[in-house]
């Protein structure tokens, strides 16, 4: 099949972005990284970010190695799988791993150079953490782009003239977003635990108990803390969104093979429409990056305004450019679709805005969890928890709208459940994902630039920096307290999204695994056909896929079961790091003569290394039960259980992450709003008592919580790539 011009765009759209992105390395790179001392602390968290990562890819080898054999020995033994499965699947987890690779290591050079910018203006601080966030951003879209465009024309040529082509290929393909996925979850439960072992340990040694500073460099905990902050928020914020990103884009090319096979032509302008919006989103969120900027003495409302404009204005302009796109297309409903994309844009930006209401303390939510600390500890947790609960129905809601209205414009507002109408309507809510995901450049730019700033904060306390740039740094800090909580909901929003659009792409994997065993059906007339005729209904029809089969409900109860079962072992995992870190902190202020006097040196090494021995042994197992869940329940109840699994796993765990990731915010930004000199100030009872809420709720957003999104994905994605196995256990 001839490949259309347009086309062409998106490796373009891939080589500008990787270009965007080194042009802000260099830029950044180039600025000053301070006094000796700063060079020396962003020396040391370089080191550990990086002897961390290298123990995690070695771990993550291993695991890819034996999965890419079992699905070799499936594809080429068995002939349950497609024979380029194995390499998608590596290729998918190699650029994923990349991403985060990347992003790290630009945020561990860009820390003291942000502190070192914050000591002339705030603006300066604000423009080196946000454009090196911008280097994630658009190192994330050019790599997925380019993984995509890459699958694609190679595909495109070894199937060409095959009847099922385009449906064979976007399949094939969703099989690197396994891959990304199994990458993206070990990263982000890897870096969570080792992230938050460190922090937990340092805040109730040091801040609760020896009564000592965040960031004091006394503290033996502290550099662990800032590496983690870059292994756990952005290496693996990175690896999370690159699958985000590029599931969304596969899954709604899979199905818009699907929707218009009948019109072969216009069936593949339905293929390439997700990847063309997303390659146009690439230059406008490069433009939106030059539109961020402040002024000195900015507020908060300032601050978060400034990052606002280039987020809107680059949503705006794709908004817009959708409808051109799709009407050059020349697809089907072009319109009712560019309105499915509205859709999805206007939900992120709702559940964004959601967040920042719930999260940031300019507002009551978390004013009053800082004014429950009045009292202690136990009310600020009640507190947050609570919020933390009513925070889930603003999200909840808007994705449910989002769903209909989505399906409703795809369809030309008409509500029918016809095979036709399904197919199109699932397509809309699809690429309402690929609309939410589409200025990614830029929203993940905002998400990645809070952990530089985070740790640029760090460096300027233990450099005894002046107190204005503390005062500077920790503005910019709070900031990215707020919009770390908004990317997460962002993330969260696009997953549930790209997994609904995954459920119909399992369906039509099962197709093609019937397929090619010759298996035969009966349809909803009665009739013997042979998978290849077969539409959705039919397969939920011969599956007995109804909220009355026993299959489907305890695949559900199951699915809902395992976002919990899965919060439940990581909140475990960094309870036990986290008390290994607190006993090694209280061993070195009780052993190592001086500390407290700032004579003597901790042993930041010792710590490094609990979190790192940690994070290592303790992210193996919920990783891989993630992966086990699915093929056990696809092998016992088959395709109607898988179904029920992946609708109570997407419910459940898109409620669940949202009340986790903002509950956490919550907390974290009330004892940002205490330390500001508000109920008590820095030292007092309702400080104290707002530590212990941020320390519960460290976990809870940045380990638990953000790691949900991706176990939804990933069992929708094991279960696209097993069902093979489950056909013939079936």
């Given at each position: 099949m001839t490949i259309p011009a347009a086309f062409w765009i998106v490796p373009v759209a891939s080589v500008v972005a990787l270009g965007m992105a080194w042009t802000f390395f260099r830029s950044m790179m180039g600025a000053d990284e301070g006094t000796p001392r700063m060079k020396e602390i962003a020396g040391h968290v370089r080191r550990g970010a990086m002897a961390y990562l290298k123990q995690q890819y070695k771990v993550v080898t291993i695991v890819f190695v034996v999965l890419a054999v079992l699905f070799a020995f499936m594809a080429y033994v068995l002939h349950w799988q497609n024979p380029w499965v194995p390499f998608a699947f590596l290729t998918g987890g190699f650029f994923s791993g990349l991403a985060g690779f990347f992003g790290m290591k630009t945020a561990t050079y860009a820390s003291a150079r942000t502190a070192n910018a914050a000591r002339q203006s705030m603006d300066a601080g604000l423009k080196i953490a946000f454009r090196s966030g911008a280097v994630m951003g658009l190192t994330v879209v050019g790599l997925g782009l380019l993984d995509i465009a890459i699958w694609f024309l190679i595909l495109n040529h070894f199937y060409q003239g095959d009847q099922m082509a385009l449906i064979t290929i976007t399949t094939t393909m969703l099989t690197f977003g396994m891959g990304a996925s199994t990458q993206a979850l070990f990263a982000r439960v890897g870096g969570g635990i080792y992230t938050k072992a460190a922090d937990v340990?340092?805040?109730?040694?040091?801040?609760?108990?020896?009564?000592?500073?965040?960031?004091?460099?006394?503290?033996?905990?502290?550099?662990?803390?800032?590496?983690?902050?870059?292994?756990?928020?952005?290496?693996?914020?990175?690896?999370?969104?690159?699958?985000?990103?590029?599931?969304?884009?596969?899954?709604?090319?899979?199905?818009?093979?699907?929707?218009?096979?009948?019109?072969?032509?216009?069936?593949?302008?339905?293929?390439?429409?997700?990847?063309?919006?997303?390659?146009?989103?690439?230059?406008?969120?490069?433009?939106?990056?030059?539109?961020?900027?402040?002024?000195?003495?900015?507020?908060?409302?300032?601050?978060?305004?400034?990052?606002?404009?280039?987020?809107?204005?680059?949503?705006?302009?794709?908004?817009?450019?959708?409808?051109?796109?799709?009407y050059l297309l020349q697809i089907e409903n072009w319109l009712g679709l560019s309105f499915s994309v509205i859709t999805g844009l206007a939900a992120g930006v709702i559940i964004g805005q959601a967040t920042e209401y719930y999260t940031s303390h300019s507002y009551k939510p978390t004013q009053k969890i800082s004014e429950a600390g009045l009292t202690g500890s136990a009310t600020v947790i009640i507190k947050g928890i609570g919020t933390g609960m009513i925070s889930t129905c603003i999200p909840v809601v808007t994705i449910g709208v989002a769903i209909l209205l989505s399906y409703l414009c795809a369809n030309g507002f008409n509500m029918e459940m016809s095979a036709e109408a399904l197919s199109k309507g699932l397509y809309g809510i699809g690429i309402a994902a690929v609309g939410m995901l589409s200025t990614l450049g830029i929203t993940l730019a905002t998400d990645a630039y809070g952990p530089i700033a985070d740790n640029a904060g760090g460096n300027a306390e233990m450099s005894e920096l002046g107190e204005e740039v503390r005062h500077r740094t920790d503005a910019l800090d709070a900031l990215g307290n707020t919009t770390a909580a908004t990317g997460k909901g962002f993330a969260i929003g696009s997953a549930a999204l790209t997994a609904l659009a995954l459920l119909a792409s399992y369906i039509e994997e099962v197709k093609i695994a019937m397929e090619r065993t010759g298996t035969t059906l009966t349809n909803l007339k009665g009739e013997v056909i042979n998978a290849a005729q077969a539409t959705i209904p039919d397969f939920m029809n011969y599956f007995q896929v109804t909220l009355m089969n026993p299959k489907v409900l305890v695949g559900a109860f199951i699915g809902g079961m395992a976002a919990f079962l899965f919060c439940g072992l990581t909140m475990e995992a960094v309870g036990r790091a986290a008390q290994k870190m607190v006993e090694e902190v209280r061993r070195q202020f009780r052993e190592i003569k001086g500390i407290m006097e700032g004579k003597a040196t901790p042993d930041y090494g010792s710590c490094v290394e609990i979190s790192t021995r940690a994070a290592q042994h303790e992210m193996i197992f919920p990783s891989l039960l993630a992966i086990a869940i699915p093929i056990v329940v696809g092998c016992v109840l088959g395709v109607a259980g898988v179904l029920g699994l992946l609708v109570g796993g997407l419910t459940c765990g898109f409620t669940l992450a949202v009340f986790m990731a903002n509950a956490g915010g919550a907390w974290d930004n009330a004892k940002k709003m205490v330390e500001e000199g508000n109920f008590g100030g820095k030292g007092s009872f309702a400080h104290k008592a707002t530590i212990v809420g941020d320390t519960v709720g460290d976990p809870f957003k940045d380990t638990s919580g953000p790691s949900l999104n991706i176990l939804i994905k990933l069992m929708s994605m094991v279960s696209i790539v097993m069902a093979g196995l489950t056909v013939a256990f079936s």
């Open positions: 340990g340092a805040d109730i040694v040091g801040k609760v108990e020896a009564d000592i500073p965040e960031d004091d460099p006394r503290n033996p905990a502290t550099i662990a803390d800032n590496v983690g902050d870059n292994v756990g928020d952005v290496a693996g914020m990175g690896a999370d969104l690159y699958e985000s990103y590029c599931g969304s884009i596969l899954s709604t090319a899979a199905l818009g093979a699907t929707a218009f096979a009948m019109v072969p032509d216009m069936q593949l302008r339905a293929v390439i429409a997700p990847m063309l919006i997303a390659a146009v989103g690439v230059f406008l969120s490069i433009f939106g990056v030059y539109l961020v900027r402040t002024k000195e003495g900015a507020t908060m409302k300032d601050l978060l305004h400034s990052l606002s404009l280039g987020t809107n204005v680059s949503a705006v302009l794709i908004a817009a450019a959708t409808f051109a796109i799709l």
